[in-house]
């Protein structure tokens, strides 16, 4: 009877320690969005500006050392003289 207190005491930790950790990792929201037409440029805290961007989609990222600036990639034309 004992043992099976212990145990069931043990997975109550285990769970409210997962619980706790998914809670966490949502809050800091290390997922990121990048809708139809635009693109991420990844800057990172350590190395600055990597050549490679996101495309659209979800991607997951560090967010205390990495940040993503979305950018429209639609062309835009300028019409002079009119």
């Given at each position: ?16 320690l ?47 050392i ?17």
């Open positions: 009877m004992e043992k099976d207190l212990k145990i069931e005491q043990g997975l109550i930790i285990k769970g409210a997962v619980i706790l950790i998914l809670v966490l990792l949502f809050m800091i929201n290390p997922f990121i969005v990048i809708g139809a037409g635009e693109a991420g440029v990844v800057i990172s805290k350590i190395s600055g500006v990597k050549k490679e961007f996101l495309g659209e989609g979800l991607h997951f990222v560090i967010p205390v990495v940040f993503i600036q979305i950018y429209i990639r639609a062309v835009h034309t300028i019409l002079r003289g009119l």
